[in-house]
């Protein structure tokens, strides 16, 4: 392959595989480019929601506290290279290139073995993993993609594993129960590795105190070792107070905004508490504060136009959507809300509408370019909405909404972070 398009095409070929959970594939790739996974200092996170905002708070204090850090996450915004970056910025499309050319001829002969051939996912970690061993960050923080003790990252031994909560998503991979969905989750726990979490449902509880029991590692729970409180929501979004591991309680603003962030922020804070008294790095609480007021993770109740309001959010389960209302009701109350919402067929959208009928004026059901993405007929053919209508494409549909927007109202976009990265490049081309 000559370029980075054609290195991108191949990749997204593989996709046809679909969802192949096991780790064999990718270990068999591991070995035959010499086990990268074992020269990478990484954080392992998993879970329901929350990873990518986590992720972010973790980023932005290793940033402030000048530390080089790696991360892998899914899906992107903007670009694909996105998944694959050091300090925010991405992998250079000629890096690319050079670990697609590398692994081509490894993924065919692959594929001709009983194993068969790796997903795009299972290419991007191994791509992943010699990038990261290539480039040798202080720290690389791997998101999990799907579940945990099958996900193609589980490759990795951390030196931290974080679960953020359980919640039903996946189901048809991942199981029927939260005690199912947790024991996949807590499959990141490694022998002796601990793992912080802020799960709290008590069957998600048992589940993963159950398994790091098993695997010899110390389990940290929220509200059993450190926890948060929730103070005052603003326009400078959340102020809480948070409880260490070490019983210490310190107030922090955070600037994403969302109730739920606070936990999310609070896991962040137990993690790097931990890293700091286990002498692997050193921050200031400066660091920290700093760290965590300057996170923002784009696609998370993020602002993209004023006045009228329009804001994406990539909530695409009822957790998600449970959190996004939440926020809605804090920040916007008495505010007239309109939804533009698309999100993919094998996902419980009818719950997801369900939720928020009540605070949502008028609703726009739209579809998008994605294998899985359920049409807009079959979204209205749900809609609990007094009022709802679909567009067969997004486009027509935001200008319909829009041309419809007064000063004070709001427009929410979500439903599925893949939606919401294809329209989101609509607002920051026009900015």
């Known amino acids: 392959m000559k370029s980075y398009d054609e290195a991108l095409s191949w990749i997204h070929g593989l996709l046809k595989f679909g969802i192949k959970p096991g780790l064999k594939r990718v270990e068999w790739l591991l ?30 204090v290793f940033l ?102 359980v919640g039903f998503d996946h189901m048809a991979i991942l199981g029927e129960s939260i005690e199912a969905i947790s024991f996949q989750k807590a499959g990141i726990i490694k022998n002796t590795i601990p793992v912080i979490s802020t799960a709290e449902q008590k069957e998600a509880v048992d589940v993963i105190t159950k398994k790091a029991k098993d695997m010899n590692s110390t389990a940290y729970l929220l509200n059993a070792h450190f926890s948060v409180q929730h103070k005052t929501s603003s326009d400078k979004g959340e102020l809480f107070t948070y409880t260490g591991l070490n019983g210490v309680e310190i107030e922090v603003q955070i600037s994403m905004k969302g109730v739920h962030q606070v936990k999310n922020a609070g896991l962040a804070l137990a993690a790097i508490e931990y890293l700091i008294e286990s002498g692997d790095y050193v921050i200031t609480p400066t660091e920290i504060k700093r760290g965590l007021v300057q996170a923002n993770w784009a696609g998370r109740f993020e602002k993209v136009s004023s006045s009228p309001d329009i804001i994406i959010d990539g909530a695409h389960n009822l957790q998600g959507i449970q959190a996004l209302k939440e926020t809605l009701i804090k920040h916007y109350k008495g505010r007239r809300i309109y939804l533009l919402f698309a999100a993919l067929h094998d996902k419980a959208y009818g719950n997801m509408m369900d939720e928020l009928k009540e605070i949502v004026y008028e609703v726009y059901f739209t579809t998008f370019d994605f294998p899985r993405a359920a049409s807009a007929d079959q979204l209205l ?37 893949y939606f919401i990265s294809e329209i989101r490049k609509t607002f920051i081309k026009s900015e």
């Open 381 to 417: 053919a749900e809609s609990p909405f007094l009022k709802s209508q679909s567009f067969t494409s997004w486009e027509s549909a935001l200008q319909a909404v829009r041309e419809k927007l007064h000063k004070e109202d709001i427009l929410i976009i979500t439903g599925s972070l």
């Open 31 to 60: 070995q035959r480019t010499g086990h990268p996974e074992k020269k990478v200092k990484c954080i392992h996170i998993a879970g329901t929601n929350g990873k990518g905002s986590t992720v972010e708070y973790l980023r932005s």
């Open 64 to 165: 402030e506290a000048d530390y080089q850090v790696g991360t892998f996450t899914s899906p992107y915004l903007i670009s694909f290279n996105e998944r694959i970056s050091i300090n925010g910025k991405p992998i250079e499309n000629i890096e690319f290139l050079q670990y697609a050319r590398l692994l081509r001829p490894l993924v065919e002969e692959l594929s001709k073995t009983s194993l068969g051939s790796p997903t795009e996912f299972e290419v991007i970690t191994v791509i992943s993993l010699l990038y990261f061993a290539d480039q040798k960050p202080d720290v690389v923080l791997y998101e999990a993609g799907l579940g945990g003790l099958y996900d193609s990252t589980n490759v990795i031994t951390p030196i931290l594993s974080l679960i953020t909560n």
